[in-house]
C-alpha cells in the first residue's frame, strides 16, 4: 500500500538525485542490503537513513550517527552470514 503515499516529486525523483526508499521499512531492508554487498570499513558507507524533506521518500546518508539496526548483533549476525553467501555466489558466476 505504499505507491499509494507517492506523490508526483516522489515518482519523478528527487532532486537530492539519491535512490529513493517509499517507507523507513525499505530503507532499513536496503540498507542492510547495501552493507551485506559492501565490505564497508567503520565510518565508510551509508549508516543512516533519513526521511526527506523534498520528496517525502527515504534516503541513505553517511552524516548521521549510526542507526541502531547496523548495531544490532542479531543484524550483524546476518550481514556477516549474507555476505559469506553473497561472495559465494559472486565466486559462481
Ligand atoms: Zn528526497
Not at 505507491?3 to 540498507?31: D, I, P, Y
Not at 517525502?56 to 552524516?63: C, M, P, R, V
Request: proline residues 4%; neutral net charge.
Amino acid at each position: 500500500m505504499e505507491v499509494q503515499r507517492v506523490n508526483h516529486r516522489t515518482v519523478m525523483g528527487c532532486s537530492t538525485g539519491k535512490r529513493m526508499f517509499l517507507s523507513e521499512g525499505l530503507a532499513e531492508e536496503a540498507l542492510i542490503q547495501n552493507h551485506i554487498r559492501n565490505d564497508y570499513r567503520p565510518g565508510e558507507g551509508p549508516t543512516n537513513i533519513y526521511e526527506c524533506a523534498i520528496c517525502g521518500a527515504w534516503h541513505f546518508t553517511s552524516k548521521n550517527a549510526i542507526h541502531p539496526l547496523l548495531e544490532d548483533p542479531d543484524v550483524i549476525k546476518r550481514i556477516e552470514t549474507e555476505r559469506r553467501a553473497y561472495l559465494w555466489e559472486q565466486r559462481l558466476k
